[in-house]
């Protein structure tokens, strides 16, 4: 790790669950490979929660693909490294890969439906994973299930072992991935954008069954979202990322009341909490550049209302503005920008 690059604030800990340094990522198109995810650092620890935040394509699930050993077949990894409990996930055989996911590490997605099977019911896809992780018996994995459901907050979960997926609503199939992710007891559960698809009262009570699970299993928590507001609900630091860099990361009070880059400013107002004074919602104009169209010097500076003739010339280097707090902006000390206040 060069000097100029430190790691996220705040990642002060004596073993971190997952330890990433100078992930870099390239994806083959048609114009050779384009680089996706441009020297990322963070750590997380157990119990700890860390929100990565932007836009679609900002990198946030190639991230999390990383460290799950799922990138697409046309993804390469030229720099960089993923260690999952001191062991290293970049370029380590498939075995092992498939020995740390779901056993060490799990991962939810927004939509299950995608990621359960429609033909199985859900106590043998939850007992699937404790059979061939811990090598448990039928009447064992069947008992574990059972347990998994209820944990999760699943009404009757020994009638309901035997449902299918479909006869499960959203949010509680939503319960249902979670059960299979935790049944192995990981260290690390990521969670790509897992409230996104639900109303906001059943995503208000799988927030605070995440907050529940974390405590009692000693989770680290890498949760990806494009809103800010379960952001502040759940995490303890945020990245923000931005065109497949971190251009900010803080602890999440810090991030809210004080941001330091023009890019989380916006994010911040367009909250749809926060309003104008004539009362319209803000939006960040323009949108991010396709990996191939990066803008020279800064890549946020097309849309940002306060670049300069230098943003345009020098590529801000991510760097430490005040301790456990990293921006990606090099006019950050003149600048004054604007947080949520509560
Ligand atoms: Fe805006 Fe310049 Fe800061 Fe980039 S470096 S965010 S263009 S002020």
């Known amino acids: 790790m060069t000097a100029s690059e430190p790691t996220l604030a705040g990642a002060d800990r004596r073993s971190p669950v997952l330890s990433i340094e100078n992930l870099t990522v390239e994806l083959a198109g048609e114009h050779g490979h384009v680089r996706v995810l441009d020297d990322v650092n963070f750590e997380i620890g157990a119990r700890e929660t860390l929100g990565l935040v932007g836009e ?11 460290v799950m050993g799922l990138l697409p077949k046309s993804a390469r990894i030229p720099s960089g490294s993923i260690e999952m409990e001191g062991e290293q996930i970049v370029g380590c055989p498939l075995s092992d890969l498939q020995r740390l996911r779901g056993s060490r590490m799990a991962m939810v997605f927004q939509e299950p439906m995608t990621s359960l099977n429609p033909a199985f019911t859900v106590g043998d896809q939850i007992g699937e994973t404790v059979r061939r ?17 209820d944990l999760v907050g699943i009404p009757n979960a020994a009638r309901r072992v035997r449902s299918y997926p479909h006869e499960f609503s959203g949010g509680m199939r939503q319960r249902v991935m979670m059960a299979i992710a935790l049944a192995c007891e990981p260290a690390l559960l990521i969670a790509d954008e ?56 803080a602890d999440a009070e810090t991030l809210f009341e004080h941001p330091e880059h023009p890019y989380t400013e ?55 503005i005040e301790p456990n707090h990293t921006t990606r902006c090099l006019l950050a000390e003149k600048l004054r920008l604007q947080g949520v206040q509560e």
Do not use: W
């Open 266 to 320: 916006g994010l911040l107002r367009a909250m749809p909490h926060i309003e104008t004074r004539s009362g319209e919602l803000f939006s960040i104009p323009g949108s991010p550049p396709a990996p191939l169209d990066r803008p020279p010097g800064c890549a946020f500076n097309p849309r940002c209302g306060y670049a300069e003739p230098t943003c345009t010339a020098d590529a801000p280097p991510l760097r430490s």
């Open 194 to 249: 897992p409230t996104t698809a639900l109303d906001v009262t059943i995503q208000a009570q799988l927030l605070d069954l995440l907050r529940d699970l974390q405590d009692q299993l000693d989770l680290a928590l890498l949760f990806i979202t494009h809103d800010l507001g379960v952001v502040a609900d759940i995490c303890d630091r945020v990245m923000v990322m931005y065109a497949g860099q971190v251009i900010e990361g």
């Open 56 to 66: 679609s394509g900002s990198g946030k699930t190639i991230t999390a693909l990383s």
């Open 133 to 149: 992780h811990r090598g448990a018996s039928r009447r064992a994995a069947r008992a574990r299930a059972v347990e998994m459901l």
